[in-house]
């Protein structure tokens, strides 16, 4: 009964201690972990509370401060947390009050002020990299860093509407310098000149900008090689750009390498004959291998390279086979052994006579544009022929309404004589033969 008494006694006084608490109702640790039985005074070297337990580890210079100086008072929870709340801001809130974003719990030192910028979006790149913070930041103390902005012309607006060369008001420039300036440069130079949209390169790979730019607004120069390269287009012989007919697109043939040097005309193989591709890939190397009149492009030579004795052979079989230029491309118009060009595909087959004829007998102004009707060739055959005279009869130049291409003229039929006087009966049986009738006399007779 008196150990039952004594200890509803005890459970009112520790009730009652709980209740009076001076660290407040949400601490509960218990008091043997930092006092002891003599008294309520704590010895720093037996203090045995784990600050991390709480939500603020004491890390770096805070293991060393004395508790009082954050918890001013003996309810600990009311000890403030942030930064800002212990410690003066020194920067007069010109960079915020969350300390941690530059300082750590080791020492007040910055050392991750790139870092910083990077996040502000104004990377510390270039010219940037040596500067102090107050190169920039200029206020009345060294310790504020207002905010300046992220765009250069915030401190770069004198050098703007001070620069002459070129005139960036006058001639309406935006004032984004990045755009033309190089952000990595150390200097406004042409050399740190952001000129991209025509890249400086090679032979274009100049530092004074007077050389293009050749009036006072930079806007006149064009981009065209020939605004500028129109002398070199115009005097050059090799070939003379001029009677070839080139194009003065210059960047069709050319890099910006110095001299010109070296020239491509890839086009040449879609225009006029693989010679970048194909069997004459390789084989070539100035364009005066196969046009050997530097004066006109427009004649080639095919038989410089191709000897008469290495092709004879291949052609014996070949009828009309010529040793000439213009032959071998109309048979050849690829460059290959292979695809050769065979006269059936085309519109005017070879039959009869016109299987052994060469070809320049037909193209003698070369293999384009050759008519095929017969009188533009036979013209002359016509006008001469007496047996009957066909300009006398004024007969019909379309010759194959009489004739075949079989050689001389024969077997010829005048279908059309029915037309004057019908050949019936025993007359039928000499319709091809005029002479027994006409006896020479067409006319009359």
């Not at 004074?208 to 390269?229: F, G, N, Q």
């Not at 070839?244 to 070296?262: E, L, V």
């Not at 390279?305 to 010529?322: I, K, M, Q, R, Y």
Request: glycine share 6%; charged share 20%.
């Amino acid at each position: 009964m008196h150990r039952l008494s004594f200890a509803i006694i005890l459970t009112l006084v520790l009730n009652g201690l709980h209740a009076q608490n001076p660290h407040g109702e949400d601490f509960v640790v218990d008091c043997a972990s930092c006092h002891n039985p003599e008294g309520w005074s704590i010895a720093t070297d037996t203090l045995h509370f784990n600050h991390d337990t709480t939500a603020f580890p004491l890390l770096g210079q805070h293991q060393f401060v004395n508790c009082n100086s954050c918890h001013v008072s003996l309810i600990f929870s009311e000890a403030p947390t942030q930064c800002v709340d212990c410690h003066l801001d020194m920067h007069s809130m010109s960079v915020g009050n969350d300390c941690a974003r530059c300082h750590n719990n080791e020492n007040w030192l910055v050392d991750n002020i790139p870092e910083l910028h990077e996040m502000e979006g104004f990377p510390l790149v270039g010219q940037h990299q040596g500067l102090f913070c107050v190169d920039c930041h200029q206020s009345e103390t060294q310790l504020r860093f207002d905010r300046i902005g992220n765009d250069c012309v915030n401190c770069h607006l004198a050098d703007f509407e001070m620069t002459e060369s070129p005139d960036h008001e006058k001639e309406g420039f935006g004032t984004d310098c990045s755009a033309c300036h190089d952000l990595f440069g150390n200097d406004w130079s042409s050399e740190n000149f952001n000129h991209s949209f025509f890249p400086l390169t090679l032979g274009h790979d100049i530092d004074d900008c007077r050389v293009c730019h050749l009036t006072e607004s930079y806007s006149d120069a064009s981009p065209e090689c020939v605004s500028c390269h129109l002398d070199d287009f115009e005097s050059t012989t090799n070939p003379d750009h001029i009677s070839a007919d080139i194009s003065q697109d210059c960047i069709q043939c050319h890099t910006t390498d110095p001299g010109w040097k070296p020239a491509e005309f890839r086009s040449h193989d879609v225009l006029h004959f693989p010679i970048y591709s194909g069997a004459h890939e390789g084989v070539w190397t100035e364009c005066i291998d196969c046009h050997l009149n530097p004066d006109d492009f427009s004649t080639f030579s095919c038989i410089v390279c191709h000897e008469l004795n290495e092709t004879t052979d291949e052609h014996e079989e070949v009828g009309g086979f010529v040793f000439e230029d213009n032959a071998c491309l109309a048979c050849h118009p690829t460059g290959s052994e292979e695809d050769n060009f065979n006269h059936d595909n085309t519109n005017f087959p070879l039959t009869g006579a016109h299987i052994a004829l060469d070809c320049a007998a037909c193209h003698m102004n070369g293999f384009q544009g050759t008519p095929t009707d017969c009188f533009a060739c036979h013209d002359q055959n016509f006008q001469q022929t007496l047996n009957p005279d066909h300009e006398a009869l004024n007969l019909p130049n379309d010759c194959i309404q009489c004739h075949t291409t079989d050689p001389e003229w024969m077997p010829a039929s005048f279908d059309i004589h029915d037309d004057f006087y019908p050949l019936l009966g025993a007359h039928d049986i000499i319709r091809n033969d005029c002479a027994a009738c006409h006896q020479g006399d067409y006319v009359n007779t």
